[in-house]
Structure formats: C-alpha cells, structure tokens
C-alpha cells in the first residue's frame, strides 16, 4: 500500500495512545473508518493491521517469535500471509463485563452453586482479558474446584427423593419441550440470527431506537424459536443438538437482559457507548453522578427488576480519561 494512501487512524485520533488505545475505543474507531466506506476485504468490513514497519525494525523473527500463532491461525482461515501483506481485522463488541461474588472458595451466594474462570470477580476484577482470563480459568478448574467442591459435598446434607424428583422432573419437561417442537429451523441459525441482532443494534455503538428495536426483534424470534425449533435426534442419550437449543433459550434471556441494561443507561461508559451520549469529538460522556452503582438485576413476572448498589470510592475518585 503506498504511504500516501494510507491512514493510520488510531495514531491520528489517538496520538497519545496510537496503537496501544483501549479495545472499545481502538473498535469504535475502526467502525467509523468503515462506516465512512473505507473498509478493506470481500464484505468491505475490515481494516488494515500492517506489520510491515514493525519487521522492518525488529525482523521477521522477533515478530515470529511473539506473534507466531497468530500469523498462524490467520493463514489457515484466510489463505493470505500477514509477514508480507497487511493482515485483515473486523472491530467486534467486546466483553460482556461483570463478575459474580464468591467466596473463597469460589462458591457463590447460591448454596452449591461454584463459578469458575473468567465468569467470578476473583483476583483480577471483571475486566481481564487473554491471558489472565485464561490462567484464572485453569487454576479454577485445575487446582482449586477439586477440592472446594468436594469439602462443600462432604459437608452437605443429601437432598431428599421428593426435591431429586421434582427437580428432575422440571429438566425433563423442559428438555422434552425442546424436542417436541419438530419445526424446520436448527438451533444454530437462531444463535446467529439473535447474534445479528445484538451485534447490529447493541454491540459497538447503540442508540435508544436501535436498542428498542432489539428487544421487538429478540421476543419474535424467541417466540418462533418455540414454535419452529428442529433438535435432531432423542433426549436419552448424547445429544449436541439438544444440547445448543437449551443455551440458546437461555441467550434470549440473556440478550434481554443486556439490552434492557443498555436502555436504563443514559451516559456512554467504557464497552457501553450511547450515540446519544458523546462529546463533539465523538468520545464517551460519562455521567457519574447518576450511574456510578452496579446494575443488579431481578427476573420478575413481569421483566426484569433494577436494584442498584451504590459505588464509593474513597480514595481515588473515578476521572474521564482522554487518550488523545
């Protein structure tokens, strides 16, 4: 690409961060250049992510010995070798943020209810990412569970036939729902449409018409879900099938709740940026006076119900950063 066609965005947004911006705001930033058309690969939804200065100053070798994998796994999805041309990137949403509380050892306020990894506050807060994600995941899952499952159920009292029972019963009627629809559509068409849905209207950068719109469309498709859902296969033996339906009428809940969530939310904060609420640079206008809490949600009847915990900060007192 010759240097009189290029742009480095984030360098030019960002001058003080270049590069090394935050994900949301380096996503958000690659959104815009394709919004604007300037968006590079067959959909025209990505951006450039050139290596090429980076070889040039440190050779094909030092970039091989950090990045290697990732070059890699590049190659074996796109064909194309990113030591020589630039390699393609599409900005996506980032993490849903947020840890459940455990105790020690990792049980949370649910009696015999253990979470493990990324999905608990633990050590690292709820926003680790990569590597730290994945270590809590394996020492959770490796070291520790092992044993505090097992202190919990040597303790424990067994449960007693009539709740085995009843409990049984309610998996077995949900499980035989899901099988008994025998519609024409499969459990992974919903899942990308109701990703779709999320992605266009709550992902990136959202809007209160857009998120309104979201909720419409995820209570139609939840309700054709339930009346032309195709699970291949029986409920009494291993069935993956089944299996993906089941996380699928749990993610309509889920997608719910986050646009719910995202609609009470009048600032943009982080992962979470309202069109409506932004600077004239286009950056995030926070607004701590009215949402510094944390958003715990209730399942109702009727919805969803919010309690919010109030967050002080005694210390050090919350500061919009700029990183331009």
């Known amino acids: 690409i010759p240097e009189d066609e290029r742009d480095y965005f984030l360098e030019r947004m960002y001058p003080a961060y270049g590069n090394l911006a935050p994900r949301d705001i380096s996503s958000r930033a690659a959104k815009k250049q394709i919004d604007a058309g300037k968006g590079v690969g067959p959909l025209k939804n990505a951006v450039y992510l050139d290596f090429k200065t980076a070889i040039e100053k440190k050779g094909k070798t030092e970039i091989e010995s950090q990045y290697g994998n990732l070059f890699e796994m590049y190659k074996n999805i796109t064909g ?46 709820a926003n680790r990412l990569g590597a730290n994600s994945l270590l809590q995941a394996c020492v959770d899952g490796y070291y520790i569970a092992p044993h505090t499952l097992m202190n919990y159920l040597a303790h424990g009292q067994p449960q007693g036939k009539t709740e085995y029972d009843n409990e049984l019963n309610e998996v077995n009627q949900r499980l035989n729902r899901l099988l008994n629809i025998k519609g024409t559509t499969t ?137 331009q």
């Open 80 to 125: 194309l070798d990113a030591y020589s041309e630039p390699m393609m990137i599409a900005p996506s949403a980032h993490f849903s943020m947020g840890g459940l509380w455990v105790d020690y050892e990792l049980m949370s306020n649910v009696q015999g209810l253990f979470v493990l990894g990324e999905a608990n506050f633990a050590d690292h807060g």
């Open 187 to 323: 459990p992974d068409t919903y899942h990308k449409k109701l990703g779709k849905i999320l992605f266009d209207r709550c992902g990136l950068v959202r809007n209160e018409a857009g998120l309104k719109k979201a909720k419409e469309e995820i209570k139609n498709l939840k309700t054709d879900f339930y009346e032309n859902l195709l699970v291949a296969g029986k409920g009494q033996e291993i069935n993956a099938e089944l299996e993906k339906a089941g996380r699928v009428a749990d993610y309509f809940e889920l997608a719910l709740l986050i646009v719910e969530d995202a609609l009470t939310r009048n600032e943009s904060c982080g992962a979470h940026f309202r069109e409506e609420f932004q600077t004239p640079e286009g950056e995030a206008q926070r607004n701590d006076s009215e949402f510094q809490y944390v958003s715990l949600w209730e399942t109702t009847e009727n919805g969803f119900k919010l309690h919010k915990e109030e967050l002080n900060f005694e210390y050090v007192k919350p500061e919009v950063r700029s990183y």
